[in-house]
């Protein structure tokens, strides 16, 4: 049996990847920062399996810190893939973008390091879309493409987030090529995820939704977000373990982009009694509540800016169909409205 660390477990995504992993077969070590963290993905897991599942024999857990060193050599001893999901993705940028930066690429280093040591030789690495979009495009390409790297002088591109999984990401591929070439790694690059949670933690990405539905903004800026389903973002990193041809590879996962507007819309027309704004602000008045709001601020790269991302390469070579935006976006709706997360 193939036995898969995991770090990030805990993660909304990590939750997802853990119990498409069990699903598959896998034997799953899932690494978390504390033991209360284990005992809330066991939970996650107990709730969507099926009756009988043997999950404790299936599924095991480590400590472990992105910022230190100890415990990994016993976290990757038997593992045959490492899935390195672990990185902080916060809505607003920090003061210091080090916070972000500096766990992210020695975090990513750290595990791959590791993993290197032990002689795992399958790696498959959370990116983002962060690491390919802060770029300006070639002349003659309309889209991003898995070709594409973020510039972190861009003014996309030098936004601490993206600049956090850009240098991680790079650095992952400037290790193997440099000192160890025999790792076959695959980087999964999502865009913003939607999608209903496992369980009642889930991560930032869910709270634009959220933020929608309670009519935080009574008008919406001019933006443009691609959207991918958290259960196809889990299902490309179990394919990619058993798919050749994914080894040295980037795979963009995006399901297609919508405006804000008709990100408000689609929520709009499933939830009549919420208070939703679909009127577009004027980007003066974003640039002046971005002096007040961090959340506003780290849209103003984007503001305006309508490019989508091509995730063709993922539908071909990883075989994934993509869930409907707008699918994503009600059943996350749903799922905030019945667990009691918005505002009456």
């Known amino acids: 049996m193939t036995k898969v660390l995991l770090t990030g477990s805990s993660g909304y995504i990590g939750k997802h990847i853990t119990l498409q992993l069990l699903e598959a077969g896998f034997e799953v070590r899932a690494s978390t920062r504390s033991k209360g963290k284990q005992e809330e993905v066991r939970a996650a897991m107990a709730k969507h399996?099926?009756?009988?599942?043997?999950?404790?024999?299936?599924?095991?857990?480590?400590?472990?810190?992105?910022?230190?060193?100890?415990?990994?050599d016993a976290a990757l001893k038997g593992v045959d893939v490492l899935i390195h999901s672990a990185s902080p993705f916060p809505i607003a940028s920090p003061k210091d973008e080090n916070d972000l930066v500096r766990p992210a690429v020695e975090g990513t280093l750290r595990a791959l390091r590791a993993a290197h040591k032990a002689g795992v030789k399958r790696v498959i690495l959370t990116s983002s879309v962060a690491a390919i979009y802060g770029n300006d495009l070639a002349p003659?390409?309309?889209?991003?493409?898995?070709t594409t790297w973020s510039d972190v002088n861009h003014p996309?591109?030098?936004?601490?987030?993206?600049?956090?999984?850009?240098?991680?990401e790079k650095a992952a591929w400037d290790y193997i090529a440099s000192d160890a070439p025999e790792l076959e790694l695959t980087t999964i690059n999502p865009v913003l995820v939607a999608g209903e949670p496992l369980d009642e933690h889930f991560g930032a990405s869910v709270s634009v939704v959220e933020r929608i539905l309670n009519g935080v903004d009574p008008m919406l800026p001019d933006l443009s977000f691609s959207i991918v389903d958290v259960k196809d973002v889990a299902a490309m990193h179990v394919k990619a373990i058993t798919t050749d041809s994914a080894?040295?590879?980037?795979?963009?996962?995006?399901?297609?982009?919508?405006?804000?507007?008709?990100?408000a819309k689609t929520l709009k027309a499933a939830f009549p009694n919420r208070k939703i704004s679909t009127i577009q602000a004027p980007s003066f008045v974003i640039r002046f509540l971005a002096l007040f709001d961090g959340e506003v601020k780290a849209v103003l790269p984007t503001l305006g800016k309508h490019i989508g991302v091509n995730s063709s390469k993922a539908q071909k070579v990883l075989g994934i169909k993509f869930i409907s935006p707008e699918v994503s976006l009600v059943v996350t709706g749903n799922y905030l409205v019945k667990n009691g997360f918005l505002k009456s």
Do not use: M
């Open 247 to 263: 080894k040295g590879e980037r795979f963009i996962a995006s399901a297609g982009s919508r405006t804000f507007i008709q990100i």
């Open 49 to 72: 399996l099926k009756p009988g599942f043997e999950l404790d024999k299936k599924l095991s857990f480590i400590e472990l810190d992105l910022e230190s060193d100890n415990g990994w």
């Open 140 to 146: 003659g390409k309309t889209e991003f493409d898995e």
């Open 156 to 168: 996309v591109g030098r936004v601490a987030y993206t600049k956090s999984k850009t240098l991680a």
